[in-house]
């Protein structure tokens, strides 16, 4: 398969649960990203990766733990989450980080529900 | 503060007129402005880029900055550009600001 794919599509998760989601890119990229996507406001980035190696993490709550053990795989694994955190996460990638093409290329996203 | 506004969060308009989705953008440097296309049931994708001034199914924008704007315009509506729209810009760092987004519905 190409493209970016992301699983699970839904998560249902309590607050003490933990979860993971999980991305996969087959276009050969350097650079992978986790956004959160909330109702009504902008996409908030929250974490990148190139070439494996975390290079940004915009204040993001530990609760989320980002993992990326290969170029072509990104997991963000959540634990006692709040039910704020409920939104559509979603993963993109690009050929490298620090390009000006600016084009990235997302999954269809995770839809998390925090109970 | 760098920041990308689109004032509008919904736009109707019937097929076969204009439509103009508004972007503005607060930036100090020089910048890099990207409109991105949310169809139904499919991810985000890019739109087009302004350093590229091309015109992607019929869509244009031009970037003004003495108004620090980046409308997108498209002469004559189909039903199919029905979509989220959303602008966004480059920072220094490579990263982009992204707007909350307009929905665009185009009635038959």
Not at chain 1, 27 to 52: C, D, I, R, T
Not at chain 1, 71 to 94: G, V
Not at chain 2, 70 to 96: G, I, R, T, V, W
Request: aromatic share 10%; charged share 20%.
């Amino acid at each position: 398969e190409t493209g970016v794919t992301q699983t699970p599509r839904h998560l249902v998760m309590g607050m003490t649960n933990k979860k993971s989601l999980k991305c996969e890119q087959h276009l050969g990229h350097n650079a992978m990203y986790w956004y959160k996507q909330s109702a009504k406001k902008p996409l908030e980035l929250m974490f990148v990766y190139s070439l494996e190696e975390r290079v940004e993490n915009n204040s993001v709550p530990s609760r989320f733990s980002p993992e990326c053990p290969n170029s072509s795989h990104l997991f963000l694994h959540l634990h006692t989450l709040q039910p704020e955190d409920s939104a559509l996460y979603l993963c993109a990638s690009s050929q490298d980080r620090a390009s000006n093409t600016g084009e990235l290329f997302f999954g269809e996203g995770s839809r998390l529900t925090v109970l | 503060a760098q920041r990308v506004t689109q004032p509008e969060k919904l736009l109707s308009v019937f097929k076969g007129a204009p439509v103009e989705l508004k972007c503005n953008y607060s930036y100090s440097g020089s910048p890099e402005l990207f409109w991105y296309v949310q169809y139904s049931r499919q991810r985000l994708q890019l739109l087009l880029r302004h350093i590229s001034r091309e015109s992607i199914k019929g869509f244009t924008a031009d970037l003004n900055k003495g108004e620090t704007s980046f409308h997108l315009k498209k002469p004559f509506a189909q039903e199919e550009d029905s979509a989220m729209y959303y602008c966004a810009l480059m920072d220094s760092n490579y990263q982009l600001i992204w707007g909350a987004g307009t929905k665009l519905i185009i009635k038959p």
